[in-house]
């Protein structure tokens, strides 16, 4: 089975900090994502990859940067957190083509 | 526009019932891919089911069916015998062939299902 690893389930940081939210998965998967989740908005994507040191913008990047050093690791950066970050973080990897994305548990994140 | 819609913010069914849950798209891209998932309230997406644009016959897996009508451009997921373990958020989510391997989501539909 494929396991896709988020690094905290819940996480409350404050306004101007820097939060690194990180994510592992075990399958060898060329493609990470992150997603983020409000109510009434459903996902939205904020950055991907589909390589090692390899990054696209996703629809919603603004404020955010990624990092991927290894394959099997994808960062997602908050580089200067805000109140309306607030928000469930959802990271995902996949082989591509017609495979699905396999999601880990989530990060709900507070910033106060 | 929206690239996947799904109309129906909540829907109720009984247990041991069939429900269908609305999904329409917008793609120019005669090659796609369609899939459903599932969140629980524990927050984690599962994913169910996919068909392929190209795909003859509609999908199956175990009680989830889809019905997908393409000149509609509509891939209802149907949940036959309704169990109280299906309550959840179901997502529909269109992959298009011109680009990366993304995702685009809709809005989402909750499905409570009672005793």
């Known amino acids: 089975d494929v396991k896709v690893t988020q690094s905290s389930r819940y996480l409350v940081k404050r306004t101007g900090e820097k939060v690194f939210l990180e994510c592992v998965q075990d399958?060898?998967?060329?493609?990470m994502f992150w997603y983020r989740q409000d109510p009434g908005l459903g996902l939205r994507l904020i950055y991907f990859s589909y390589d090692v040191k390899m990054k696209e913008k996703g629809d919603i990047p603004e404020g955010y940067s990624v990092s991927r050093e290894k394959k099997e690791r994808f960062s997602l950066i908050l580089e200067s957190a805000s109140t309306n970050q607030t928000s469930m973080y959802l990271c995902?990897?996949?082989?591509?083509?017609?495979?699905?994305?396999?999601f880990g548990d989530g990060t709900r994140l507070s910033i106060l | 526009a929206q690239k996947i819609t799904q109309t129906q913010p909540g829907m109720f069914v009984q247990e041991k019932e069939a429900v269908t849950l609305d999904c329409t798209y917008d793609t120019s891209d005669p090659s796609y891919g369609l899939f459903w998932y599932k969140q629980p309230s524990s927050g984690e997406m599962i994913f169910l089911i996919y068909q392929g644009s190209y795909d003859q016959q509609n999908a199956t897996e175990g009680r989830y069916s889809l019905n997908f009508q393409k000149a509609r451009k509509s891939a209802n997921l149907v949940i036959s015998a309704s169990q109280l373990g299906d309550s959840a958020m179901y997502f529909c989510a269109m992959r298009e062939n011109s680009g990366y391997s993304t995702l685009t989501f809709g809005k989402g539909t909750m499905l409570l299902v009672s005793p």
């Open positions: 995902a990897s996949s082989l591509g083509g017609h495979q699905p994305q396999h």
């Open positions: 399958m060898d998967h060329e493609n």
